[in-house]
C-alpha cells in the first residue's frame, strides 16, 4: 500500500521542545504539524546503488511556517536500502535531506522520515531486476565475439588502448570509460580520455568535459589509466606519468565528471617499476587497494616481472608494494586489472602475457581469482588470445570487467592491436557479455597452442619506447 506524501500530528500528539526547563518562564515548543516530501521522490537506480537526487523533506508548523532544529528518524521499510544517518534535524528553512542507496533486490524501495516514532512522510523508488539491469547486453558464449567500440578521440583517429570502466554514484550516476588514444604506438597523444554511458554499450564524451582530462609533462609521456569510486562517491581516476627515470601514479578526482581537480600525486617509483595500476575500493581486505607490475628498469623487455600489491586508508597515502603470488607459468604479466565481484568474496584478474624471454608483444589475456588479493589461484588456457578478432591480429592488450550486481555475468572491454606495414599497429578496443561460469570455463579448459602469430619475433615491439608504456 503506498502512504501519502505528508502526513499531519495535531499539537497534542507531536511537542518537541526547546530545551529541558518546563517553568512558566519558557517559551512555548514548536509544533510539527506537517511534513511534506518536496524533492528526489520516485527515482530509479540499480540495486546497490545511490540515487542521483537526495531526499528532501520539509517541516512546518500548522500555519506552513517553516520549523527549524526538529529532529527527525530516516527509516528504510521495503527494499533493504540504507542512508548514511538514521537521524537529521530540520534547517532554518524547515527542510531536512538525505541521500538513499538501494537495497540488493528488485523492485519497489521505501524510506519513511518519522518524528517521535510517528510516520510523517514517505518517498518512494524502484530498482530493476539484477538478473535484468546490468547489464543489458545478450550474452556471448565467447570473446570472439566482441564488437569494436566507436569512440570519437580528441585527435581524430579512434584508435584507443587500456580500457577502464566503473558505475558512477549520485551526481555521476552511469557508466564511465576512462581510456587513452594511441595513434600508430604514438605515446604523444596517449592521454587519459573520459566517455560516460547510461547502458554500458553507446559512449559519449559527456557534456562540458574536453578531452584529454591530463596532457604529459615536457619529455614524458601518460598512460594506465584506471577509474574508480570513492567513499565519497566521486570518480577517483589514477593515471601513470612517465617522465625522468620515474613512474608516478597522479589522481584526479570529480564529483560529476565534469569538474576535475588538480592532479596530486600518489606513488612514485624508478621506472617501470609501477606498470599498469588497477585500483579498488570498498573490499573488505582493505579501504584502498592497489595492483600494478613491476618490470625493474627494462620495462617490457624485462625476462621477469612481478606483480605487486599496495593499500590505502584514503586513497592518497599508499603504503609500500609487497609481491603477490600471482604468475602463469612460461608467461611474463605486463598490464593487469583486478575486479571485486561482492556476490562471490572474489577478486577476478585480467592480465595480458608475453611468453617469458620474449618483448610486450603480448598475445594471451588470462584469468586469475583470489579470496584476499594477495594469493592467486590461475588457470591453464588463456581466455582470449591474440587474433580472435581481426582487429587484434597481433596484440591482446590490457582489458577490464565488471560484473551485474548477482555475480552471475560480466561485460568485458579488451584492448588490442593488427599490425600494418608502413603504419603501425592499429589500436582498437571491443566489449562483449559472458556469463562468469562460461568466462571461467575457458580459462579452466585444457591447454591448448596459442593461435601462431606469422612472423611474431619480427614485430617491433607495440611502445617506440621499448622501455615500456
Known amino acids: 500500500m503506498k502512504l501519502s506524501r505528508h502526513w499531519y500530528l495535531a499539537p497534542a500528539v507531536l511537542l518537541i521542545a526547546c530545551g529541558s526547563d518546563s517553568s512558566p518562564s519558557s517559551p512555548k515548543p514548536p509544533v510539527a504539524a506537517e511534513v511534506t516530501l518536496v524533492g528526489g521522490d520516485a527515482q530509479q537506480a540499480d540495486p546497490q546503488d545511490i540515487l542521483p537526487n537526495p531526499i528532501t523533506f520539509r517541516v512546518a508548523d500548522s500555519s506552513g511556517k517553516p520549523l527549524a532544529k526538529i529532529p527527525v528518524s530516516f527509516v528504510v521499510t521495503i527494499g533493504g536500502g540504507s542512508v548514511p544517518a538514521a537521524t537529521a534535524v530540520s534547517d532554518p528553512t524547515g527542510l531536512v535531506s538525505t541521500t538513499w542507496t538501494m537495497g540488493p533486490i528488485g523492485g519497489a524501495q521505501i524510506l519513511e522520515l518519522r518524528i517521535n516514532g510517528a510516520v510523517m512522510a514517505t518517498a518512494d523508488a524502484t530498482t530493476c531486476d539484477p538478473a535484468d539491469c546490468f547489464p543489458t547486453e545478450q550474452l556471448s558464449t565467447s570473446l570472439d565475439e566482441a564488437t569494436l567500440l566507436q569512440l570519437a578521440t580528441y585527435e581524430s583517429s579512434g584508435q584507443t588502448v587500456h580500457p577502464s570502466v566503473v558505475r558512477g554514484h549520485g551526481t555521476a550516476t552511469g557508466f564511465w570509460l576512462a581510456i587513452t588514444p594511441y595513434p600508430g604506438g604514438n605515446s604523444g597523444f596517449e592521454n587519459p580520455s573520459l566517455y560516460r554511458s547510461m547502458d554500458a554499450s553507446s559512449w559519449v564524451v559527456p557534456p562540458g568535459v574536453t578531452n584529454p582530462l591530463e596532457l604529459p609533462p615536457s619529455g614524458g609521456y601518460l598512460s594506465d589509466p584506471d577509474i574508480a569510486i570513492g567513499g565519497d562517491n566521486r570518480l577517483w581516476l589514477y593515471y601513470r606519468t612517465v617522465v625522468g627515470n620515474q613512474n608516478i601514479i597522479d589522481l584526479v578526482r570529480s564529483s560529476d565528471g565534469i569538474h576535475w581537480d588538480s592532479p596530486v600525486p600518489v606513488v612514485t617509483e624508478p621506472s617501470h617499476e609501477v606498470v599498469s595500476p588497477a585500483v579498488i575500493h570498498g573490499a573488505p581486505q582493505a579501504p584502498w587497494q592497489m595492483w ?55 577478486y577476478w584478474a585480467l592480465y595480458n602475457t608475453f611468453p617469458t624471454g620474449t618483448s610486450c608483444t603480448t598475445d594471451a589475456l588470462y584469468l586469475a581469482r583470489s579470496t584476499d588479493g594477495k594469493h592467486w589461484t590461475v588457470y591453464p588456457s588463456p581466455v582470449a588470445r591474440a587474433g580472435m578478432i581481426d582487429a587484434f591480429t597481433h596484440i ?38 559472458v556469463s562468469l561460469d562460461n568466462l571461467l570455463a575457458l580459462a579452466t579448459a585444457p591447454n591448448t597452442m596459442l593461435k601462431a602469430i606469422p612472423h611474431r619475433r619480427s614485430l617491433p615491439p607495440p611502445e617506440p619506447d621499448v622501455g615500456g608504456h
Not at 600489491?309 to 608467461?331: C, E, H, M, V
Not at 555475468?409 to 588490442?416: C, R, V
Open 292 to 346: 600494478s607490475v613491476n618490470s625493474g628498469s627494462q620495462g617490457c623487455t624485462a625476462p621477469v616481472t612481478d606483480v605487486e600489491l599496495r593499500t590505502s586508508s584514503d586513497g592518497i597515502t599508499w603504503g609500500d608494494p609487497y609481491a603477490t603470488d600471482l604468475a602463469q607459468p612460461g608467461q611474463s604479466i605486463w598490464h593487469i586489472d583486478v575486479t571485486w565481484i561482492p556476490a562471490r568474496s572474489e
Open 396 to 433: 591482446i592488450y590490457r582489458s577490464t570487467m565488471i560484473a551485474d550486481p548477482r555475480g552471475t555475468k560480466a561485460t568485458l572491454w579488451i584492448s588490442g592491436a593488427t599490425y600494418v606495414v608502413n603504419q603501425g599497429y592499429a589500436w582498437q578496443t571491443a566489449t562483449v557479455t
